[in-house]
């Protein structure tokens, strides 16, 4: 079965730049979607279709895709960005959908 | 604003069914373009998809689920159904009603905790 693949934990400081990959062998043909997800809540969309960023979502987070790999980018990372971080796109046919394992974000 | 609730027992029995139903709210579910899905998260592990329903009734599943599932839609009543046979313990986790637009899932329920359980 497809899978798409994050490292477990990413750790910043206040201010920096955080940036979180996700590969998977289907992303140059498939559009990817980032989510974030504080504890005990719904995952929250807050980047469509590799690089758009949803209404309402701060101009701070960033999509970027290279081949196979896609990139969630936080600059100037604040105290409330820090959650789990989950990629998630299609196989290659289009027909099913997959979660990449999510990245912990420190703020440390 | 499209909002989303899903309802449902809390507690099942292994092997007897799990039942959920997703009610939607500002937005229709008789609605081309939309794919109704559900979703689920075992505590601390990713989310998984596990199906959509369509306002045809076209339904498309996860195929390590799909012997085992049923969904369905009520555009009456505008809500959206699972319903899930021969459950195990591998079945527990926190369920997800969510909308499925152009490849992503922009509409999310709160979920709803089900526990496989005797």
């Known amino acids: 079965s497809y899978e798409l693949t994050q490292p477990p934990s990413v750790s910043v400081s206040p201010g920096q730049t955080a940036r979180i990959p996700c590969s998977g062998d289907?992303?140059?043909?498939?559009?990817s979607y980032w989510y974030q997800q504080k504890a005990g809540q719904a995952p929250v969309v807050v980047i469509t279709?590799?690089?758009e960023r949803p209404s309402g979502i701060p101009e701070r987070f960033s999509g970027s895709s290279s081949g196979t790999t896609v990139t969630l980018t936080i600059s100037g990372v604040q105290a409330e960005d820090e959650a789990d971080y989950y990629c998630q796109s299609a196989d290659d046919s289009g027909t099913y959908w997959v979660f990449g394992g999510g990245t912990k974000l420190t703020v440390l | 604003q499209v909002q989303l609730q899903e309802s449902g027992p809390r507690l099942v029995k292994p092997s007897e069914s799990l039942s959920l139903t997703c009610t939607v709210s500002?937005?229709?579910?008789?609605?081309?373009?939309?794919?109704w899905s559900w979703i689920r998260q075992p505590a601390g592990k990713r989310p998984e998809w596990i199906g959509y329903v369509y306002y045809t009734g076209h339904t498309n599943y996860s195929p390590s689920l799909k012997s085992r599932l049923t969904m369905s839609l009520d555009t009456s009543k505008n809500l959206f159904s699972l319903s899930l046979t021969s459950v195990t313990a591998a079945d527990t986790a926190v369920y997800f009603c969510?909308?499925?637009?152009?490849?992503?899932?922009?509409?999310w329920g709160h979920g709803i905790p089900v526990t496989v359980a005797s």
């Open positions: 969510a909308r499925l637009k152009s490849g992503g899932f922009d509409f």
């Open positions: 279709k590799d690089v």
């Open positions: 289907a992303l140059p043909r498939q559009y």
């Open positions: 500002g937005g229709s579910v008789n609605s081309g373009g939309l794919y």
